[in-house]
């Protein structure tokens, strides 16, 4: 009785210790919330290195909704891993965060050793909860941490994507640096294929398009002009593949509003000959709307399908914009057919979506990998399968039905 009563204690004992760890090992928790299609306000986040010691964390909403207001002050509380799948805490803090007149919020936070660490950032606000994961390299002086966008003010811009023609300038962690290079690409990547297609990837071109060069003056740049889509990838050391990436995507992105943008995505839905006939027709927009009047049969039905499909894609731009917008990817191709997964988990170099209830016969899990992308770290692809070919056309005719 004194033995069992003892291995009970024990048991109680780490039980207690394993609750008062602190937060959850990423890993184990489910994230889906990060894709929820109720989402309105979501978060962009960049981290700037000031020195050996010290990164700068910045951070701003945005929301496709232009009438939805934002905060002028947050609490930010955050906790810093050694790694994705670790649940050791290396340095936490909770301080209060008034925004700039630009809306952007700014702190200084440490990061010790190891070199590669992870970043939470949970905000609370009047508007709610945001929480938000960034991966930190404190010792390549390449990585993108090093380097820090600026408008035509020299205010800190902390996304790298564009619709529109924009001149930028780029601050380096480094003021010894003189020049800084711009490979610029112009690639025609193809569309996600359904889950159970296997392609094989081809190897990509590093062979830019163009080469340039722009002058530094203790660390700030010329301003460099984004005027033709594709991507620029800018260097301070040619030897390296390591740098910033900026995106030049099409007019208004990560909206989708003219009919060309609205066409693409239906290939999704449709079988070839109908994608054929869209795309031969002389006026897109007629051929768009009279495909989804086809569809749903009445107008209201229509309309409304139009705004919940290119809402998807809209978010799909925003959460997998990668060399490519988001909608095009292998996760935004799930997302927009699947909708957002039930529950999802992160760990080094995959995610995990499932869709019904876990351990279910009727359930449905996605598996992407991470690819190792000296442009940018959201570049996942899907480990395809036959098995989810009848939920695929069972899904697709749910959109159509």
Request: hydrophobic share 35%; with cysteine.
């Amino acid at each position: 009785m004194i033995k069992r009563f003892n291995i009970w204690m024990l048991i109680l004992f780490a039980l207690f210790l394993f609750c008062c760890r602190g937060p959850k090992t990423i890993i184990l928790r489910d994230l889906s919330f990060l894709y929820a299609s109720e989402k309105k306000v979501f978060l962009q986040a960049k981290v700037f290195r000031n020195n050996e010691k010290n990164f700068r964390l910045y951070f701003q909403f945005m929301s496709l909704d232009k009438n939805i207001e934002h905060p002028d002050s947050v609490r930010a509380e955050y906790y810093i891993y050694d790694d994705l799948e670790s649940g050791q805490v290396l340095f936490s803090d909770t301080l209060t965060v008034n925004a700039s007149e630009s809306g952007l919020f700014f702190f200084d936070i440490p990061v010790p050793e190891p070199h590669e660490t992870v970043l939470e950032l949970s905000l609370s606000s009047g508007s709610g909860n945001r929480l938000f994961f960034i991966e930190m390299n404190k010792q390549d002086r390449n990585a993108p941490e090093n380097y820090l966008l600026l408008d035509l003010d020299k205010r800190p811009l902390i996304y790298n994507y564009f619709g529109e023609d924009q001149e930028v300038r780029v601050k380096t962690a480094h003021p010894e640096k003189e020049l800084l290079w711009v490979y610029y690409y112009h690639r025609d990547f193809p569309i996600a294929q359904t889950p159970f297609h296997f392609e094989k990837r081809k190897p990509f071109n590093y062979r830019p398009d163009s080469i340039f060069s722009v002058k530094l003056e203790k660390g700030v740049s010329e301003l460099i002009d984004l005027q033709q889509q594709g991507f620029y990838h800018i260097l301070s050391d040619t030897s390296q593949r390591e740098g910033l990436t900026l995106f030049r995507f099409g007019e208004g992105f990560p909206e989708i509003s003219t009919p060309e943008q609205m066409l693409q995505p239906l290939r999704y839905i449709s079988s070839s000959s109908e994608f054929e006939d869209l795309k031969s027709s002389d006026n897109t927009k007629m051929a768009v709307d009279k495909f989804w009047l086809e569809l749903k049969g009445d107008e209201i039905r229509a309309r409304n399908a139009i705004k919940s499909y290119y809402s998807s894609a809209e978010k799909a731009n925003v959460y997998f914009s990668s060399y490519q917008e988001g909608w095009k990817t292998d996760r935004g191709l799930i997302y927009m057919i699947y909708g957002p997964p039930h529950k999802m988990n992160r760990g080094k170099g995959y995610e995990t979506w499932l869709y019904g209830r876990a351990n279910s016969l009727n359930s449905i899990e996605f598996t992407f990998v991470q690819v190792v992308n000296p442009f940018t770290q959201n570049d996942y692809q899907l480990i395809k399968s036959p098995k989810y070919k009848t939920s695929w056309y069972y899904s697709v005719d749910n959109i159509r039905r």
